[in-house]
């Protein structure tokens, strides 16, 4: 029993060390591109809030275009996640009510085998029951 807990640990950590590698191949290249893009977006660009007034707005931002870039990427990924997570709001309350059930379930399924446990052993037979002869 020994022996298959520890093939047990060595497969999980085998999987571990896969899904860092896995995670190493992704991010590496992916850095890379955006420290490409940051570094060829160096600009200065201003973004105003403002469609009345174009030479002076009310409020305007002002930052490189590679700032502005992640920023709306990161906004968007949030924003998908918040939607997500209301989507899936049906999932998780459903899986809240299965969950429940399970526990109701096994509670009765513990107190059924408390209770043949319990009950004194049969070792008679019961005779068979005879019907009336018909007609």
């Known amino acids: 029993m020994a022996a298959g807990f520890n093939a047990g640990l060595f497969v999980c950590g085998s999987v571990r ?9 992704v991010l590496v290249p992916l850095v890379v591109l955006l420290v490409g893009f940051a570094v ?46 209301f989507r899936q709001g049906h999932w998780r309350r459903r899986a809240r009510a299965l969950d429940g059930e399970v526990r109701a379930l096994r509670g009765e399924n513990e107190a059924l085998r408390s209770q043949i446990s319990s ?17």
């Open 40 to 85: 060829a977006n160096r600009q200065i660009v201003s973004v105003s809030f403002d469609p009345f007034d174009q030479a002076h707005p009310a409020y305007a931002l002002t930052l490189p275009l590679f700032g502005i870039v992640f920023v709306l990427m990161i906004v968007g990924v949030i924003i998908g996640g918040i939607a997500t997570w």
């Open 17 to 25: 060390m896969l899904r860092k590698i896995a995670t190493t191949i």
């Open 119 to 135: 009950a004194p052993a049969q070792n008679e037979q019961v005779p068979p029951r005879m019907l009336p002869p018909t007609a």
